[in-house]
T-cell receptor, first 113, second 112 residues
Framework: DAMVIQNPRYQVTQFGKPVTLSCSQT?????MYWYQQKSSQAPKLLFHYYDKDFNNEADTPDNFQSRRPNTSFCFLDIRSPGLGDAAMYLC????????????FGPGTRLTVT | GENVEQHPSTLSVQEGDSAVIKCTYSDSASNYFPWYKQELGKRPQLIID?????GEKKDQRIAVTLNKTAKHFSLHITETQPEDSAVYFC???????????FGSGTKLNVKP
């Protein structure tokens, strides 16, 4: 019954070593989002896709990239992780633009050593 | 918009009491205000939302009020229960774009 799936749930990477987090959805939603949530802080929107259109937030570092090869999958690539990138990364989807609920995945907790 | 202030950061109430969490926003274009509940170690989940064309919305023990003139909105939980304990996030955005920005969160503790 899982609707938004994130893999892996826990990821450990070394400082500077590229890492990819994945998100898949079974909802056939048009919009997919990536958020970064640090401990005791609010989720911070990094970027979102409306279908294939990529929308970057102005303050998202260039170190973060994303790919959406098809409706179901979306990837977050961190090219050179720093210690400050350790966080929970949340993927979310919504059916379309408009006030549709965002469904969040369980998150991937990234540790940078 | 990106500037949403949320208060208080922590709130402790006795079971059965009411809890109120307040948020203010600055972007006049904001017209959609969802509230999310996040339990420890779990994903955020939508509990209620409101559009700018209404002033209040209610769903059982939960209500949200919106004052567009003052640019603030509030979450009201009545008859609180221990299972209401969680972090609550307000957010604002433009629903045509369906992206929004979260407030800093309120940790609600309901004491039995």
């Amino acid at each position: 019954d899982a609707m938004v799936i994130q893999n892996p749930r826990y990821q450990v990477t070394q400082f500077g070593k590229p890492v990819t987090l994945s998100c898949s959805q079974t909802l056939n939603h048009n919009v997919m989002y990536w958020y970064q949530q640090k401990s005791s802080q609010a989720p911070k929107l990094l970027f979102h896709y409306y279908d294939k259109d990529f929308n970057n937030e102005a303050d998202t570092p260039d170190n973060f990239q994303s790919r959406r090869p098809n409706t179901s999958f979306c990837f977050l690539d961190i090219r050179s992780p720093g210690l400050g990138d350790a966080a929970m990364y949340l993927c979310a989807t919504s059916r379309d633009r408009g006030n549709y609920e965002q469904y969040f995945g369980p998150g991937t907790r990234l540790t940078v050593t | 918009g990106e500037n949403v202030e949320q208060h208080p950061s922590t709130l402790s109430v006795q079971e059965g009491d009411s809890a109120v969490i307040k948020c203010t926003y600055s972007d006049s274009a904001s017209n959609y205000f969802p509230w999310y509940k996040q339990e420890l170690g779990k994903r955020p989940q939508l509990i209620i939302d409101i559009r700018s064309n209404v002033g209040e919305k209610k769903d059982q023990r939960i209500a949200v009020t919106l004052n567009k003139t003052a640019k603030h909105f509030s979450l009201h939980i009545t008859e609180t229960q221990p299972e209401d304990s969680a972090v609550y996030f307000c957010a604002d955005g433009e629903y045509n774009f369906n992206k929004f920005y979260f407030g800093s969160g309120t940790k609600l503790n309901v004491k039995p």
